[in-house]
């Protein structure tokens, strides 16, 4: 009984290691699957390499802790969307002299590949507004057949969206920003979608 048991035991703590890593996966793409499944499904599709989900991460931490510990860019109601090393800057800040600090700030991380500002000046936000507008798109868009949600990154500012990361296709592209563009309460949507094909499959041996 005792041997069985320290055999059960290991199984137990790498399934439990698995399924804490999944979640944790799927969080951080802003998707919400409902089961174990549909986490391994979700990181399957993601389109990154694992070194640039490594980046990614770190960028941005990095950005966050930089922000934090800089006393002049006032960085509350920024969000930094990160996805395979390319960062978009979204959200609002009270002027210009803050914009530009804070796009100096976050964009000193040497692996950013590309960088662009789209933060809004002046008190736009409604904070309970923008994030029930959050909500809907990861809804949306995990719903959507043919949007692979996992593989982008989204803000809502005063109503006005900002979408970033990957499809691999215009047709994908243009989906995504429609089903966005339909959601009530959306004003404008700003989309800097990069398209990259989907790797092929390799055909069966």
């Known amino acids: 009984m005792d041997q069985d048991q320290g055999k059960e035991a290991p199984a137990r703590a790498v399934a439990i290691v698995l399924t804490l890593w999944l979640a944790a996966t799927a969080a951080s793409a802003q998707v919400d699957p409902v089961s174990l499944i549909g986490r391994a499904v979700t990181v399957s599709m993601d389109a990154r390499t694992k070194a640039e989900v490594t980046a990614d991460t770190e960028?941005?931490?990095?950005?966050?802790?930089?922000?934090?510990?800089?006393?002049?860019?006032?960085?509350?109601?920024?969000?930094?969307?990160?996805?395979?090393?390319?960062?978009?800057?979204?959200?609002?800040?009270?002027?210009?002299?803050?914009?530009?600090?804070v796009e100096?700030?976050?964009?000193?991380?040497?692996?950013?590949?590309?960088?662009?500002?789209?933060?809004?000046?002046?008190?736009?936000?409604n904070f309970?507004?923008?994030?029930?507008?959050?909500?809907?798109?990861?809804?949306?868009?995990?719903?959507?057949?043919?949007v692979?949600?996992?593989?982008?990154?989204?803000?809502?500012?005063?109503?006005?969206?900002?979408?970033?990361?990957?499809?691999?296709?215009?047709?994908?592209?243009?989906?995504?920003?429609?089903?966005?563009?339909?959601i009530k309460g959306v004003k404008a949507v700003r989309s800097h979608l990069r398209l990259v094909p989907a790797p092929e499959k390799k055909a069966a041996q």
Not at 107 to 114: A, E, F, G, H, L
């Open 148 to 182: 692979s949600s996992v593989n982008m990154r989204w803000n809502a500012t005063g109503g006005r969206v900002t979408l970033m990361g990957v499809a691999h296709s215009r047709q994908e592209a243009e989906l995504a920003v429609e089903k966005v563009r339909s």
């Open 59 to 101: 960028i941005a931490a990095g950005a966050s802790k930089r922000l934090l510990e800089d006393k002049k860019s006032e960085w509350k109601g920024v969000s930094v969307l990160v996805f395979a090393q390319h960062v978009v800057l979204a959200g609002a800040v009270k002027s210009d002299a803050v914009r530009k600090r």
């Open 128 to 146: 309970a507004r923008d994030t029930g507008l959050e909500v809907e798109i990861n809804a949306t868009l995990t719903a959507a057949r043919g």
């Open 104 to 125: 100096e700030v976050v964009r000193s991380d040497k692996r950013i590949r590309s960088f662009r500002n789209e933060l809004q000046i002046g008190d736009v936000g």
